[in-house]
C-alpha cells in the first residue's frame, strides 16, 4: 500500500495522521472541510511533498461520491462532527455526518470499484457506562450520548457491509486522546487555558464541569500510529480499542497541569460545564491491539500533559 486517503485531514488527528504517514512513507491525498485548513498552513515544505488536498463537504452526497472517485489503496475516515457538545445541541447533524455519511462512503467507494482498506474511527464511548475497568471489544455497545450513538450506527452499517465482503473494512474505537494542537473545546486543553489565564491574572479560581470522573487518555501521536498499524495488520470486519489501559482522574489532571503551569488554583463546578449522562469511568482494554501488532504508547501522561502546557505558551 501507498496511496493514502485521509478525511478530517486538517482536524487535530488528522493533522497528526498526515505528518505520521508521510513519515511512514505514504502519499497521501487530504481531504478538507468547508472552511477548512489546508496543507500548506500545517506542514512543513519537506512533508508536503506527496500531499495533495482536496476540499469536500460529508453533508454532501456529491461530495462523498467526488472523495470516493480518488484511487487510494487505503482511506482513513476521521471526517465527523467531533464534539460531543456540538451533537448534543444537534443529534440529528450528527447522525447524518458521523453515520450515515460514513455508510454513503463505503458505499460509494464500493460503487466505483475502489477497493481500498478503510479504517473507520469510531469512539469508546460506544461501550457507555456502567463499567469499573478496561473495556474489551466484546462488551456490548451501549452508548448514552449523541455523540456516541452516531458512532455506533455507523459501525453497524459499515460491519454489515464488511460481512457482505463489499469492502475491506477495520474499525478502530479510540478513547479519549489529547496533545498539543488539540481545541480548548476539548477537556484537558480547556483546563489548561483556564489554569493559564488564572495565573496570567492572578485569579485563584477556575470554572470546571463534573471533575469526579476517569478517563483513559492516550497522546495523539500514539493514537495515529495505532491507526497506521491497523490498516497493515488489523482483520477484516473487527474492531479494536485504541487504549492505555489506564484511568486519569480528571480532578488529579487538574492538580498535575496547575503543577506545570507552576500555580495553585481552586476548582469551582459550573453547571453549565457539567455534561448530561457523563460517563464515570472510561477505560480501555487494548490487548487485541497489542497482541496483534506490537502497538504500545510510547509517551507518557506526564509527558503529554507537558507538551500540551508547552503547546499554549508558543
Known amino acids: ?119 473507520f474511527v469510531s469512539t469508546g464511548e460506544v461501550y457507555g457506562a456502567g463499567h469499573d475497568g478496561p473495556i474489551h471489544e466484546d462488551t456490548e455497545v451501549n452508548p448514552v450520548s449523541p455523540y456516541a450513538a452516531s458512532k455506533a450506527a455507523a459501525e453497524v452499517g459499515l460491519l454489515e457491509m464488511a460481512e457482505a465482503g463489499i469492502l475491506d473494512l477495520v474499525v478502530a474505537r479510540p478513547f479519549p486522546h489529547t496533545g498539543p494542537g488539540q481545541s480548548p473545546s476539548f477537556v484537558l486543553p480547556a483546563l489548561t487555558k483556564r489554569i493559564r489565564e488564572a495565573a496570567r491574572i492572578g485569579k485563584p479560581e477556575i470554572a470546571v464541569g463534573n471533575l469526579d470522573v476517569v478517563r483513559d487518555f492516550l497522546d495523539v501521536r500514539d493514537v495515529v500510529r495505532a491507526y497506521l498499524q491497523l490498516l497493515e495488520h488489523g482483520e477484516s470486519g473487527s474492531c479494536y480499542n485504541v487504549a492505555s489501559g489506564t484511568g486519569q482522574h480528571l480532578g488529579h489532571c487538574v492538580e498535575m497541569l496547575a503543577e506545570r503551569i507552576g500555580v495553585q488554583v481552586r476548582p469551582v463546578v459550573d453547571p453549565a460545564l457539567v455534561r448530561p449522562a457523563d460517563i464515570p469511568v472510561l477505560i480501555g482494554d487494548a490487548t487485541r491491539l497489542r497482541s496483534l501488532t506490537g502497538w504500545a504508547p510510547h509517551y507518557t501522561f506526564e509527558q503529554t500533559l507537558q507538551d500540551l502546557v508547552d503547546a499554549q505558551a508558543d
Do not use: C
Not at 17 to 26: F, Y
Not at 36 to 56: C, F, K, S
Not at 94 to 119: C, D, K, W, Y
Open 1 to 119: 500500500m501507498s496511496h493514502l486517503l485521509v478525511t478530517g485531514a486538517d482536524g487535530f488527528v488528522g493533522r497528526w495522521l498526515v505528518r505520521a504517514a508521510r513519515a511512514d512513507g505514504w502519499d497521501v491525498t487530504a481531504v478538507i472541510g468547508p472552511g477548512g485548513t489546508m496543507p500548506e498552513a500545517w506542514l512543513t515544505t519537506d512533508q508536503l511533498v506527496g500531499v495533495t488536498a482536496m476540499t469536500a463537504d460529508f453533508d454532501s452526497l456529491e461530495a462523498i461520491a467526488r472523495v470516493a472517485r480518488v484511487p487510494a489503496d487505503a482511506v482513513v475516515h476521521l471526517a465527523a462532527m467531533a464534539s460531543g457538545a456540538a451533537a448534543r445541541q444537534d443529534p440529528e447533524a450528527a447522525m447524518r455526518i458521523n453515520g450515515t455519511a460514513s455508510v454513503l462512503l463505503l458505499q460509494q467507494l464500493h460503487e466505483f470499484a475502489i477497493a481500498p482498506r478503510m479504517l
